[in-house]
């Protein structure tokens, strides 16, 4: 079984930055993709980005193209998010995710972390 644990949200200014950290264990993680997908309250959880285990190929959502850039060392299974640049509308519960190939949509990912709240105000 695939446990994911993430670490480094908070609380920060707009304009500021945050480093999200996720380690993974168990089951086959080292052969999945691992990602970020982001939820507020009365909303869906959303795409935020991916890297695959193969190639590192990476997936952004348009949202944060250019501003966050996610990357994996792949010996100790985890997958960071370093956020720059960061607006309100980026406050949201972060989660971890983890699923085989392309994995974009809720419905690819396999294995969830338990989130990490980030909050960026004005």
């Known amino acids: 079984q695939v446990q994911l644990s993430e670490s480094g949200g908070g609380s920060v200014q707009v304009g500021g930055s945050l480093r999200l950290s996720c380690a993974g264990s168990?089951?086959?993680?080292?052969?999945?993709?691992l990602g970020w997908f982001r939820q507020t309250p009365g909303k869906e959880r959303e795409f935020v980005a991916i890297i695959t285990y193969s190639s590192l190929s990476t997936f952004y959502a348009d949202s944060v193209k250019g501003r966050f850039t996610i990357s994996r060392d792949s010996a100790k299974n985890t997958v960071y998010l370093q956020m720059n640049s960061l607006v309100p509308e980026d406050t949201a519960v972060y989660y971890c995710?983890?699923?085989?190939?392309?994995?974009?949509?809720?419905?690819?990912?396999?294995?969830w972390g338990l989130g990490t709240q980030v909050t960026v105000s004005s």
């Open positions: 168990g089951g086959t993680v080292s052969k999945l993709t």
């Open positions: 995710a983890a699923g085989p190939g392309i994995a974009t949509t809720s419905g690819d990912i396999h294995y």
